[in-house]
């Protein structure tokens, strides 16, 4: 069993291992669960009971309609009731109205026989539930506008989004568990929409929406067990910075290669990218334009190498975990700094890691990281193919057999300040957690 190496740690930097004479040192831990009908809306804004005045935050429950409800089905907030509205939608949009409203406060559609037929404007948060029916949704054929989140989850029946075809502008928009649900043609005419969620649909290609589109910030592509083409995102443009896109679960998507347009318009700018469980993903190709980004690649087995990934300079956070293809590093020849980079996987324990690689070979301008976490490489032999690398800040090797200590001394002594602060052994010797989970 190697030695252990306990140095003094740098104020600015994680600390992911611990040895056992100093005791685990615990680390934060973000989930991203998906939430399933009935769960949790992922509201924008807050919801207000117009006679309570109790709020309901982004991770609270959906209500059940309480007696204080509108007769219509929607909860209103404060001022509640229809005001007059100055978003009038075009002629062919939705049935004949006298004239128009707004509806201020949060709508939910449950089965009451809701109707919202002549609203085409609702200040608040748009939600449609799986009992609501087809009816109800259909009265929404005149909306333009929401000013909060429109959540439509798990509703069965629904085979089209025909009764939003006027929908134009919405803070964010999630679609989730409706797996019969294929056709997102009726989104054409969506201009404003900088947050987008797709899970468990039906849908073989992602939607194009209105040729003004004001571009995304954030995208959630997850569990959409039939997508196979994301070619339309290159239309969409980019609405600010960081981008974040999660791609994951999608059991058939083959490639990246419609994401092409979407990194060109995010130019230089960060981007925030998860691609997780994706078996059938064969290649990387479509994130060639990504120059800065926190990048986390996880159980893609059949991606043979990172060489798209060839214009990354700069990550804050770089994790590659169960990429068994990937046989060395080459693809990241121009990354210059990172803030903390994962190879492997520590909470897994001897589960994860990236098996196909031997060496560093491939990070060839790579000079300095904040934190360099190894784990779970099982073949991981050496540690030379990074030249330039001189500043490591804390260095924590785990469960990595073919590393012996002539291996760590050699990479050590290239390093401007010497042996860094961190922890080199086994499972038995140090105890690891994931800082940088998906």
Same mark, same amino acid.
């Given at each position: 069993?190697?030695?252990f190496?306990r140095?003094?740690?740098?104020? %600015?930097?994680?600390?992911?291992?611990?040895?056992?004479?100093?005791?685990?040192?615990?680390?934060?831990?973000?989930?991203?669960?998906?939430?399933?009908?009935?769960?949790?809306?992922?509201?924008?804004?807050?919801?207000?009971?117009? &006679?309570?005045?109790?709020?309901?935050?982004?991770?609270?429950p959906v209500p059940?309609?309480?007696?204080?409800?509108?007769?219509?089905?929607s909860?209103?907030?404060?001022?509640?009731?229809?005001?007059?509205?100055?978003?009038?939608?075009?002629?062919?949009?939705?049935?004949?109205c006298?004239?128009?409203?707004?509806?201020e406060?949060?709508?939910?559609?449950?089965?009451?026989?809701?109707?919202?037929a002549?609203?085409?404007?609702i200040?608040?948060?748009?939600?449609v539930?799986a /009992?609501?029916?087809l009816?109800?949704?259909?009265s929404?054929?005149?909306?333009?506008?929401v000013?909060?989140s429109?959540?439509?989850?798990?509703?069965l029946?629904l085979?089209?989004?025909?009764?939003?075809a006027c929908l134009?502008?919405?803070?964010?928009?999630?679609?989730?568990?409706?797996?019969?649900?294929?056709?997102?043609?009726a989104?054409?005419?969506?201009r404003v929409a900088?947050?987008?969620?797709?899970e468990?649909?039906?849908?073989?290609?992602?939607p194009?929406f209105?040729?003004d589109?004001?571009? %995304?910030?954030?995208?959630v592509?997850?569990? /959409?067990?039939a997508?196979v083409?994301?070619?339309?995102?290159a239309?969409?443009?980019?609405?600010?910075?960081p981008?974040?896109?999660?791609?994951e679960g999608?059991a %058939?998507l083959?490639?990246?290669?419609?994401?092409?347009?979407?990194?060109?318009?995010n130019?230089a700018?960060?981007?925030h990218?998860t691609?997780?469980?994706?078996?059938?993903?064969?290649?990387?190709?479509?994130?060639?334009?990504v120059v800065?980004?926190?990048?986390?690649?996880?159980?893609?087995?059949?991606?043979?190498?990172?060489?798209?990934?060839?214009?990354? %300079?700069?990550?804050?956070?770089?994790?590659?975990n169960?990429?068994?293809?990937v046989t060395?590093?080459?693809?990241l020849?121009?990354?210059?700094?990172?803030?903390?980079f994962?190879i492997?996987?520590c909470?897994?324990g001897?589960?994860?890691?990236?098996?196909?690689?031997?060496s560093?070979?491939?990070l060839?301008?790579?000079? &300095?990281?904040?934190?360099?976490?190894?784990?779970g490489n099982?073949?991981?032999?050496s540690?030379?193919?990074?030249p330039?690398?001189?500043e490591?800040? &804390?260095?924590?090797?785990v469960g990595?057999?073919a590393?012996?200590?002539?291996?760590?001394d050699?990479?050590?002594?290239?390093?401007?300040?010497?042996?860094p602060?961190?922890?080199?052994g086994?499972?038995?010797r140090?105890?690891?957690?994931?800082?940088n989970?998906?």
């Amino acid at each position: 069993m190697l030695g252990f190496l306990r140095y003094r740690l740098l104020p %600015v930097l994680l600390v992911i291992c611990a040895c056992p004479d100093e005791g685990t040192v615990p680390g934060p831990l973000d989930t991203d669960t998906a939430s399933g009908p009935g769960e949790t809306v992922g509201a924008t804004t807050a919801l207000t009971d117009g &006679s309570s005045g109790t709020t309901m935050g982004p991770t609270d429950p959906v209500p059940t309609p309480t007696t204080s409800d509108t007769e219509d089905g929607s909860t209103s907030g404060s001022g509640g009731g229809d005001v007059s509205s100055t978003f009038d939608p075009p002629a062919a949009c939705g049935p004949p109205c006298d004239s128009f409203s707004s509806h201020e406060g949060m709508v939910m559609l449950t089965g009451a026989g809701a109707n919202f037929a002549c609203v085409n404007h609702i200040v608040g948060d748009l939600y449609v539930g799986a /009992n609501a029916g087809l009816q109800e949704i259909a009265s929404l054929g005149n909306l333009e506008r929401v000013d909060g989140s429109v959540t439509i989850a798990g509703n069965l029946a629904l085979t089209d989004l025909s009764s939003l075809a006027c929908l134009r502008e919405v803070e964010s928009l999630k679609l989730t568990g409706m797996p019969q649900l294929g056709d997102l043609g009726a989104l054409a005419s969506l201009r404003v929409a900088p947050v987008l969620e797709l899970e468990r649909l039906g849908i073989t290609a992602l939607p194009s929406f209105a040729s003004d589109f004001a571009g %995304v910030a954030s995208v959630v592509l997850r569990d /959409n067990d039939a997508l196979v083409d994301l070619h339309a995102a290159a239309t969409w443009g980019v609405a600010g910075a960081p981008l974040e896109l999660r791609i994951e679960g999608n059991a %058939v998507l083959p490639g990246l290669a419609g994401l092409g347009g979407l990194m060109a318009a995010n130019g230089a700018n960060p981007v925030h990218i998860t691609l997780f469980d994706l078996p059938k993903l064969v290649s990387l190709t479509g994130l060639e334009p990504v120059v800065q980004a926190d990048l986390h690649f996880e159980r893609l087995p059949k991606v043979p190498h990172l060489a798209p990934l060839a214009g990354l %300079v700069s990550g804050g956070q770089l994790t590659f975990n169960a990429l068994p293809a990937v046989t060395d590093l080459a693809g990241l020849g121009a990354l210059v700094s990172v803030g903390t980079f994962t190879i492997g996987d520590c909470s897994h324990g001897e589960g994860g890691g990236m098996d196909g690689l031997t060496s560093l070979v491939g990070l060839d301008s790579l000079a &300095s990281v904040g934190h360099f976490a190894l784990a779970g490489n099982d073949k991981l032999a050496s540690l030379t193919g990074a030249p330039q690398l001189t500043e490591v800040g &804390s260095f924590s090797s785990v469960g990595n057999p073919a590393l012996g200590q002539s291996d760590y001394d050699a990479f050590f002594a290239q390093l401007d300040g010497g042996v860094p602060w961190g922890c080199v052994g086994d499972w038995g010797r140090c105890e690891c957690f994931p800082v940088n989970p998906g």
